[in-house]
């Protein structure tokens, strides 16, 4: 994940995972949490990369089986599921990025 001036420390990191997971039993309610949070707050459509090339971020989904987020993804009239992971945020990021940052640590930091 590249660094922006924007990128929220540590700790706020740790608070909004704390928020997204507050009373989660397991990592797939954890996984729910995120994805709540996601919904909620990230403001799409917005413009990111997939493998260098241009797409448009239009919403989250969550893995069908087993862990992961996923991105909903178009591309010259294509959608596309693609790991969050995977997505290559580019700048200027959406009203409530912190969330994408905050999945994205908690999902490293497993």
């Known amino acids: 994940m590249a660094k922006s001036k924007n990128t929220p420390n540590r700790e706020r990191l740790q608070a909004l995972i704390q928020e997204a ?19 909620d707050n990230v403001l799409c459509p917005f413009q990111a990369r997939v493998v260098g090339e ?6 989250f989904e969550p893995a069908e089986r087993g862990r992961g987020l996923f991105a909903t993804c178009t591309r010259g009239g294509k959608t596309y599921r693609v790991d969050l992971r995977s997505v290559e945020w580019i700048e200027p990021h959406p009203e409530g990025f912190e969330w994408v940052e905050a999945y994205l640590a908690w999902s490293e930091w497993q």
Not at 54 to 59: A, D, F, L, S
């Open 54 to 59: 241009p797409v448009e971020v239009t919403g």
């Open 21 to 39: 997971t507050v009373d989660c039993y397991d990592e797939e309610e954890q996984q729910t949490g995120f994805m709540t949070m996601l919904e």
